[in-house]
Structures are given as structure tokens and as C-alpha cells.
């Protein structure tokens, strides 16, 4: 068994999109190592965080933030592009079928990584309160405020999941309806954006914090309305599936595949991204943030990653040195197994400043090796997660979303 589960993570199966696994690896990476930074500044003065954070050798770590926008982008492209498929052949989508296969895929690992969150509550209280622990069980937690959220980091699979029952339901209702996919897509999106917009005027303004160690109400403020929620995050979900709707257009990809498209792909990824990642924009923490730049800085960036996807998709110029990277072997252990090291290295960060708490200054060298040794440690627990939980309980769900189609076809047959 372990032995073939290890195979099943560092050999990989044909009929996947490598370059996707690609970016999952290095998202996933870049989480870890800004977490590794962010967690360090609870031990240090505003001051200080401020400093390592503008400093030109960790802008890279401090940007970090920003990885959580290619795991939307990723999710609305895989599940929509899987469910478009599902229709292509089936002419609907097996509801049943799929919500089995997503619970048993995500439930079981998340609800066990919880179970230790709670059992480490009674060795000490004092850290949280497990008053609110419930909206984590119903992956809603992300609606509460930031101060009632244990297990904070777990905000975002609470959005995917809330993502995976709308999508299929939202799919089906573009497809059943004959509705015009593009535009849809694009109104919802804009409607988001402007919904963001009226509440970074209506509740800001909200001022740049790199840290709670900044201002800590403000950057609850900051993290309740224009970071955590779903309405602050569905633009790029929506952007995901969309992709997936433009793979299957040959007209569009005919155009997005030329040497002008092509070439809009790459200047709007490189743009976005130079723009998203500049060291040089950084404004000081505490300044304020203009509303305009608050409603759109996450869904630019998410865009960024949309084209990159898309370049991928047509295999040319840019897009083909990308596929090629990305698609190295080297990224898919990591991507394998992407899942668990999102779910535990919140947990294992906090463990290693426990073991090994950090002085008032770092350097980009000492933070660097931190986030390798937490990086190596994750993977480890990681790995045991997916042979023992996650695969296990995958396979078993798709058993189970097989056998009640087969059942369902058989009760069709004898009405």
C-alpha cells in the first residue's frame, strides 16, 4: 500500500495538465514561505517586520499573498473544463456523482487536520476559542469575523467549497438555458469588482498593514471586507472557468493561439505581474489605500494567472517555454500533494517558531533556510496525509459516485 501510494505521487500518470501541477507546486511554496515570514513578525515591532518586509531581498516571501489567486484560478479552470466535459458527453452533469467525489476527496483530510486543532485546544485554551468552531465544519468560516475564526488559514478551501456546489449548478444553468457563457461570466465578474468597490467606500478606508503587528483592528478590517471573503475572491473563480469555456471556443483559441494573441497574453501576464510583484510597490504600512486600488488589485492579479493559463493552452512562444517549465517532473511530487501541505503548514510554522524561536532580526538567508526546513517538514506529513487519508478516501468516493450512477442508470432503465 505504501509503496504504491508513494509510486502514485512521484510518477506521474499520463492525461494531465503538467503545467497546472507546475503552478499548484510553486503556489503552494510561495504560501509556505510567506507564512514563514508573517508568523515571524508576531515575535517582532512593527518597526522591524516593516523593515524585513521592504527589504529588496524578500519582496519575493512578502508578496506571498498573491499565491492564493492561482489555486482559485486553477480550481474554476480544472472543475469547469472536468464538468464541461462531463456535459459534452453526457448531455448533463451527474450531481450526485460529483459532490460524492469532492467530499470524499476534501472532507476527510480537512476534517482530520481539525479534530487536531481542536485536541490541541484542550492542551492549551488560552490560544483560541472553539466557540465558532462549527462554521469551520460547514465551510463557511470565512463569513465570520476574522477575531471568531480558529483555524484562520483554512478561509480559502472555505471559498473553494462553496465554489465546488455552486459550479456545477451555475454550469448547468448556462448550458440548459443556452445562455451566452462569455458574457455571463464577464457581467458577474464586473458585478463582483463593483461590489468590491462599493465596500472598500462604504467600510473604508482601509489602510495598507503588512501585519497585524501594524495595527491589529485595522488589519482586521482589512482582512474581514476586502480580503477573505467570497464575493472578494468569486472574480477569480470565474476567471478559471471561463478559461475552461475558452479552450473549448476554436475561434478563440485560433485567435488567442496567433502571433497577436499570443503576444496580448504574454503582455498582459508580464505587465500585471511586473505591476503585482514590483518591490517598488510597497507603499509604507498604515498608508491608506484608494478604494479603486482596493476593489481591483486581487482581481488584476488573478487575471495575470488567467492569461498564463490560457498562454499554456495554446503552446506557443511564451506559453510554450512556460508549459515546459512548469510541466517538469521536479513540480509534481509537490503538486501531488499540494492539498495537505496547504492544510498542515500553518500548524507546522507555528511548531517550528514553538522549537525554535526567532530572534528580534532575520536576514533573507536565515528566513530562506526556516522556510526550507518548515517546507521539508510539511511535505513529510504531508506525504503520510495522502497515503493513509486522502487517497484511501478518494478512491472510496469514486467507488461510491460510480456504483449510484450505475444505480441510477439501472432505476432509469427499469422507469
Given at each position: ?91 448533463g452533469i451527474d450531481l450526485r456523482a460529483f459532490y460524492t467525489r469532492r467530499i470524499f ?114 488589519y482586521f478590517r482589512f482582512f474581514d471586507y476586502t480580503y477573505a471573503k467570497t464575493t472578494t475572491r468569486v472574480s477569480a473563480l470565474l ?177
Amino acid at each position: 500500500m505504501i509503496r504504491a501510494g508513494l509510486q502514485e505521487i512521484f510518477r506521474r500518470k499520463p492525461g494531465r495538465y503538467e503545467s497546472i501541477d507546475g503552478i499548484r507546486a510553486l503556489a503552494v511554496i510561495w504560501v509556505i514561505f510567506f507564512h514563514t515570514l508573517f508568523e515571524w513578525g508576531n515575535f517582532v515591532s512593527s518597526e522591524a517586520y516593516e523593515a524585513i518586509v521592504h527589504s529588496p531581498w524578500n519582496w519575493l516571501w512578502t508578496k506571498g499573498y498573491l499565491a492564493i489567486n492561482p489555486f482559485f484560478i486553477i480550481s474554476g479552470f480544472l472543475i469547469g473544463d472536468l464538468l464541461l466535459s462531463e456535459y459534452e458527453k453526457r448531455g448533463g452533469i451527474d450531481l450526485r456523482a460529483f459532490y460524492t467525489r469532492r467530499i470524499f476527496r476534501l472532507a476527510p483530510a480537512y476534517y482530520l487536520v481539525l479534530a487536531g486543532f481542536v485536541a490541541y485546544w484542550f492542551y492549551d485554551p488560552t490560544l483560541y476559542s472553539l466557540r465558532t468552531i462549527w462554521a469551520n465544519v460547514l465551510y463557511v468560516n470565512n463569513w465570520l469575523p476574522h477575531r471568531n475564526q480558529p483555524a484562520i488559514w483554512t478561509w480559502s478551501l472555505a471559498v473553494e467549497e462553496q465554489f465546488y456546489i455552486l459550479c456545477p449548478l451555475f454550469i448547468l444553468l448556462l448550458r440548459k438555458k443556452g445562455l451566452p457563457a462569455g458574457k455571463v461570466i464577464l457581467a458577474l465578474m464586473f458585478l463582483s469588482i463593483a461590489w468590491n468597490y462599493r465596500t472598500a467606500v462604504m467600510k473604508g478606508p482601509f489602510k495598507v498593514l503588512y501585519h497585524p503587528v501594524d495595527d491589529l483592528d485595522g488589519y482586521f478590517r482589512f482582512f474581514d471586507y476586502t480580503y477573505a471573503k467570497t464575493t472578494t475572491r468569486v472574480s477569480a473563480l470565474l476567471m478559471g472557468v471561463g478559461c475552461a469555456f475558452l479552450k473549448r471556443d476554436g475561434r478563440w483559441m485560433d485567435r488567442l493561439s496567433s502571433p497577436v494573441g499570443t503576444f496580448a497574453l504574454t503582455f498582459a501576464f508580464l505587465a500585471i505581474s511586473f505591476v503585482s510583484f514590483n518591490p517598488a510597490y510597497l507603499p509604507p504600512g498604515g498608508s491608506v489605500s484608494p478604494p479603486l486600488v482596493t476593489a481591483l488589485f486581487n482581481p488584476l492579479s488573478a487575471f495575470s494567472f488567467a492569461c498564463l493559463v490560457m498562454l499554456l493552452q495554446t503552446k506557443r512562444g511564451f506559453g510554450a517555454a512556460a508549459d515546459r517549465f512548469l510541466g517538469a517532473d521536479v513540480w509534481y511530487p509537490v503538486a501531488q500533494v499540494s492539498y495537505g501541505l496547504y492544510l498542515l503548514h500553518c500548524p507546522v510554522v507555528d511548531a517550528f517558531y514553538k522549537l525554535f524561536p526567532p530572534g528580534p532580526e532575520i536576514g533573507f538567508a536565515r528566513l530562506t533556510l526556516n522556510a526550507c526546513a518548515i517546507l521539508l517538514a510539511t511535505f513529510v506529513a504531508a506525504n503520510g496525509l495522502n497515503l493513509f487519508v486522502e487517497t484511501p478516501m478518494r478512491k472510496l468516493g469514486y467507488r461510491l459516485a460510480r456504483r449510484k450512477a450505475e444505480n441510477g442508470l439501472r432505476e432509469s432503465h427499469v422507469a
